[in-house]
């Protein structure tokens, strides 16, 4: 039985479709590097936000969104925002350890700064998949470059199962606290 060849995607394919990937490494970094410091306390105002109610948004697809909404105190004292929103929804009454941002407040902890982490891993393994195939407009397993296949097949399987890793350890870490 004969086999059958493929042919191989153009350069325009292979570019556009790392311009994608890279598209994609850009979106989920811009959202998960900026947080890691705040959801590690390393940057931001640090305090408690004392959950008094809950803030509903509803899509127009019918989802509903629940956040927690309260007041934040500085633990300096130095700052009260009454009208302070997180995600997720937690307990009335419950205060939640939190940094302020100049844009959000996020959620101190293991589990949220792991999750954050989770995501900044997936951002690489996309970015090392997307930047070398609209650089050069080759495929990634492109046998005229062995050397720099294989350290690229390294970073992005590192960056995958790093990334698969902490998010486990992020829901498990979750589930326990």
Same mark, same amino acid.
């Given at each position: ?32 590097? @900026?947080?890691?410091? =705040?959801?590690? /306390?390393? %940057?931001?105002?640090? #305090?408690? *936000? ?51 941002? @100049?844009?959000?407040? =996020?959620?101190? /902890?293991? %589990?949220?700064?792991? #999750?954050? *982490? ?60």
């Amino acid at each position: 039985m004969a086999k059958r060849y493929r042919t191989p995607p153009s350069s325009a394919a292979v570019r556009f479709g790392g311009a994608a990937m890279l598209l994609m490494a850009v979106l989920i970094g811009s959202f998960c590097v @900026p947080a890691l410091p =705040y959801a590690s /306390g390393l %940057a931001g105002t640090p #305090g408690t *936000l004392t959950v008094d109610g809950y803030k509903y948004s509803y899509s127009s697809r019918g989802g509903t969104t629940t956040s927690s909404r309260g007041t934040f105190r500085s633990d300096d004292g130095g700052t009260t925002d009454p009208k302070a929103v997180v995600e997720p929804e937690y307990a009335l009454g419950r205060r939640v350890t939190v940094s302020r941002a @100049p844009w959000t407040y =996020y959620v101190v /902890g293991p %589990a949220c700064f792991l #999750g954050w *982490l989770a995501g900044t891993a997936f951002a690489v393994c996309f970015l090392t998949f997307g930047l070398p195939a609209l650089v050069f407009g080759a495929r990634w397993n492109d046998r005229t470059r062995p050397k720099a296949v294989r350290v690229q097949v390294k970073i992005a399987v590192s960056s995958f199962y790093g990334a698969v890793g902490v998010g486990a350890l992020a829901v498990g870490v979750a589930v326990v606290t």
